[in-house]
């Protein structure tokens, strides 16, 4: 995996906080919600990885166990999950 350091930190966290085997959207919207300092800099990652989009839904099933058929569905998750935990979109 060559991914740059704010891609594997938000990658680090998303296998803590959203893998497969860990809670799901509405859990991690909590912690979000309640971490001020670690979730401006989730915040700030996630963007990272939405603007990059050098994280592929490989990799990231390799670290949440959470798969996709496609990098582009995976990318459409993503758009998705970010609209819910951070401009109260409807849940992923």
Do not use: C
Not at 9 to 18: N, R
Not at 58 to 77: A, G, H, M
Request: charged residues 30%; aromatic residues 16%.
């Amino acid at each position: 995996m060559m991914v740059d350091l704010r891609t594997q930190a938000w990658l680090d966290d998303m296998f803590i906080y959203g893998g497969g085997n860990v809670y799901g959207p509405p859990q991690l919207k909590e912690e979000i919600d309640a971490r001020g300092e670690w979730a401006e800099r989730f915040r700030s990652n996630f963007d990272h990885v939405l603007a990059k989009r050098e994280l592929t839904a490989l990799e990231y099933e390799d670290r949440t166990e959470i798969s996709f058929d496609t990098d582009v569905e995976f990318y459409d998750y993503l758009a998705k999950l970010h609209h819910f935990l951070f401009s109260d979109g409807p849940m992923p």
